[in-house]
Structure formats: C-alpha cells, structure tokens
C-alpha cells in the first residue's frame, strides 16, 4: 500500500511540473496563429499578418489596351459626346456630396440638410462635390469627384425650418434619477434646379486637383 502511495505522488509531482513548462499559451500556438505574434522576435511591430495574403515583391505589368479595345472605347465616346451634343442624354441623377452626406439626385427633387447651414432662403447654388452622373445609356464615375468644370449641378434654398420636436430620455436606475429632454433641430430645404454634362467628356478644360482643393 505504501509503495502504491509513493508512485501515485511521484506521478502526480511529474505530470504537474510537465504542464507548467508546457503552460496554456505553448498549446494553443500550435492552433492560434494569432498567439505566435507574442513570441520573441515577432512581438514587435510587423508589417504583414500570418492569416493574410502575402504581397508580391515583384512589380504587376498592367497589359495595354489593344487596338480592338481602344476601337471600342474611342467609339463609345464618341456615341456619349454625340448624345451630349444632340440633348438626347434623357433625365440625368447624379450622386453629390453635400454636408458630409450623399445624396442621389434628379432635377426638381427636393432635399433636406440637417443641423446649422448658412445659405438664406432664395440664395442659388453650384454643387461641386458630384460623384457620379448618369443617364439611360451611360454613367461617369468621379475619382473620387468629377470635374468641376464637366458637369454642373444648380440648386436654390427654399425653406429653413425646424424639425419635428425629438426627445432624449435618461435614467439611472434605482437612483430616482429621469430627465427628458425636447428638442428641435434646422432644417434647410434645396431644390435641384438642373443638371447639366458641359461639352465633351474626353477633353478636360482644367488640370483637376490643381486648380482649386476640395
């Protein structure tokens, strides 16, 4: 009986030390490729993650367009500059970028800018920041924003008003603690009044980017 209890404590002094040099983390590295950052030599700072796809150290040739492509871009052009030329581009929307938001537009649509703008009622508008404008046939994607000069967006303030009253409600539990709060926030309405392509869309009048920051 005394030899059995001397193995089971020499057995059990064994197995204990073995799982303290192996420690919880040295197990899971095997498994989580997350836990190899914290070894030595790969704690600090990297540039490129296990779990992600390597980047090439060789540069990517970008194939040129052959003369068929090029064919067919140089007559879907011409096709755009002809329908532009002709007014026969239908109902142009366009997408603008106007107080932080986006807003996707048509003539005589009317929008809503919350929060403290300047311009008074009557006051006229050229929205600048236009990301997109596209009609029945075609779309110009800005990158990110079109040129100025290319597309015209007009529009006039109609109305300023305050919203609908909004409340915030606040309470602490078991505290006798409530406070609601009203409140009403501007509200500044613009109509679209048109939107316009000026002239051809492959011949640019400016260099965009130098001749006015955004």
């Known amino acids: 009986m005394a030899a059995l209890t001397i193995f089971s404590n020499t057995f059990r002094l064994a197995t204990s030390s073995c799982l303290k040099k ?5 197990i899971c590295k095997a498994t989580h490729p ?5 070894e030595p ?3 600090a700072y990297r540039t490129h993650l296990p779990w992600m796809p390597k980047t090439p150290k ?3 040739e970008i194939e040129n367009l052959t003369e068929e492509k090029e064919k067919l871009v140089t007559d879907v052009i011409k096709e755009i500059n002809k329908q532009i030329a002709t007014d026969n581009v239908g109902r142009l929307f366009a997408v603008i970028h106007l107080c932080g938001k986006q807003f996707k537009v048509t003539e005589n649509d009317i929008i809503i800018v919350q929060g403290y703008w300047p311009p008074n009622i009557g006051d006229t508008l050229k929205l600048e920041k236009v990301l997109l404008v596209g009609s029945t046939d075609f779309t110009l994607v800005g990158k990110p924003i ?3 000069e290319l597309v015209s967006v007009d529009a006039t303030i109609i109305e300023k008003t305050l919203s609908h009253t909004k409340y915030h409600f606040r309470m602490q539990r078991r505290k006798q603690y409530r406070r609601l709060h009203f409140y ?3 509200h500044t309405m613009l109509r679209i009044n048109s939107i316009n392509i000026n002239g051809d869309i492959d011949k640019r009048k400016e260099v965009e980017g130098l001749d006015r920051i955004y």
Do not use: C, E, K
């Not at 192996?22 to 040295?26: A, E, H, V």
């Open 58 to 60: 060789h540069q990517v």
């Open 34 to 38: 997350a836990l190899r950052l914290w």
């Open 184 to 186: 009403r926030v501007q």
């Open 41 to 43: 030599g790969t704690a």
């Open 146 to 148: 079109l040129n100025r």
């Open 22 to 26: 192996l420690g919880p983390t040295s």
